[in-house]
Nanobody, 122 residues
Framework: QVQLVESGGGLVQARGSLRLSCAASGRTFSSYSMGWFRQAPGKEREFVVAISRSGDSTTYADSVKGRFTISRDNAKNTVYLQMNSLKPEDTAVYYC???????????????WGQGTQVTVSS
């Protein structure tokens, strides 16, 4: 089983940037497809972005396309989320997720981190 620990959240002004990191431990990191989800107050958790085991495939939510970039470093057991041009509506708790299932984009994540808060002020 993999353990996931997010970091890098914080308070940023609109149009600013943040980079989130998710460090994984446990089974071989490169066996997992990875994703980021977020949950805003009073809303359901929603998909943000996912990346395949090798990093060759990615899929993004329409709301973050062109602003957010996911990447992974399998040697460091870490996945990153670079967030640029942040908007107040990006405010949420961001969760890292992992799955051993075959690549299916935003579906089938089984393992979750505790989350990191991102707050974007206007």
């Amino acid at each position: 089983q993999v353990q996931l620990v997010e970091s890098g959240g914080g308070l940023v002004q609109a149009r600013g940037s943040l980079r989130l990191s998710c460090a994984a431990s446990g089974r071989t990191f490169s066996s997992y497809s990875m994703g980021w989800f977020r949950q805003a107050p009073g809303k359901e958790r929603e998909f943000v972005v996912a990346i395949s085991r090798s990093g060759d495939s990615t899929t993004y939510a329409d709301s973050v396309k062109g602003r957010f970039t996911i990447s992974r470093d399998n040697a460091k057991n870490t996945v990153y989320l670079q967030m640029n041009s942040l908007k107040p509506e990006d405010t949420a708790v961001y969760y890292c997720a992992a799955t051993l299932r075959p690549w299916s984009g935003k579906y089938g994540f089984d393992y979750w981190g505790q989350g990191t808060q991102v707050t974007v002020s206007s």
